[in-house]
């Protein structure tokens, strides 16, 4: 083995960089979330930039030598592949995704299923490209990988975008608000303009839903009678703003109440 390399400098550092990027990735989502005039054409950008930075550092930290300290010096014995045999292991995935009509796609958090796949471990070994450390097999990592096919999902197909759960058109009702608490007649005129039943899937309603999520808002056009299942899935999206409006109205035409 090699010892006598010349020492990193400072910007040779693989901690250099994953400050330098961790800095770089907080500022940019502490502005997209936070900044109340940035454009919503701003803020994708800025995530997408935060996590491409946040992938070049562990590609950085993954291919250092743990000896001389150097990035991208990993190389793979595959020769000394080690089997280590198959385990039996908890495996958790959803059973039901929800594909929208721009072709993005978001998980139905309800469906969420746990089961029990077979994983094959190997030991691999690696070595370093400068100093030839792990010649003696000790730079090695024990891995993973499931077999057979992964699950497959129920694809439920949807209208709109599953960006419209994360960044609406009002950009500022999605932080939330201080709540407001709901009075007695009006949580009694929502049930029942209702019919005490979910506005959305018909069973037994008992939450009340903020339609545009300005909790602070407590107009019955803003109110929505929701199951708990229904009110989970309202807020991450689903149904949209407009369906909820949309639902409300139908049965504030049959039931008129006045504030």
């Known amino acids: 083995m ?19 990027f961790s800095l770089i990735s907080i500022g940019l989502v502490i502005y997209s979330t936070l900044g109340d005039n940035v454009p919503v054409n701003i803020q994708a950008p800025s995530v997408i930039f935060a996590i491409i930075f946040s992938v070049l550092t562990y590609f950085i930290w993954d291919t250092r030598c743990p000896h001389c300290k150097r990035a991208f010096s990993k190389k793979e014995k595959i020769e000394w592949r080690g ?14 995704v929800y594909e929208y009509s721009d072709g993005t796609t978001e998980n139905v958090p309800s469906s969420k299923k746990t089961i029990l796949r077979n994983k094959k471990y190997d030991r691999h070994f690696y070595i370093c490209k ?17 077999l057979g096919a992964d699950p497959k999902p129920q694809i439920i197909r949807k209208k709109g975008s599953s960006l419209n759960s994360s960044f609406d058109d009002d950009y500022k009702s999605n932080k939330k608000s201080p709540r407001k608490p709901f009075d007695s007649q009006t949580r009694r005129k929502v049930k029942d303009r209702a019919g ?26 803003n109110l929505i009678l929701l199951c708990p299942t229904c009110h989970d899935e309202a807020d991450r999206g689903h149904p949209s703003q407009q369906r909820l409006k949309e639902l409300a109205k139908r049965q504030a035409t049959s039931k008129t109440y006045h504030n």
């Open 2 to 20: 090699t010892n006598n390399l010349e020492s990193l400098r400072f910007y040779q550092e693989p901690l250099f960089y994953t400050g330098l």
């Open 83 to 96: 089997d280590l045999g198959i385990k039996n292991e908890p495996y958790t995935y959803y059973t039901k």
């Open 130 to 146: 400068k100093c030839e450390f792990g010649s003696d097999k000790e730079w090695n990592e024990e891995k993973g990988r499931w």
């Open 196 to 221: 005490d039943k979910c506005q959305v899937c018909g069973r037994f309603g008992k939450d009340i839903h903020h339609i545009n999520k300005d909790r602070s808002n407590n107009n019955l056009s």
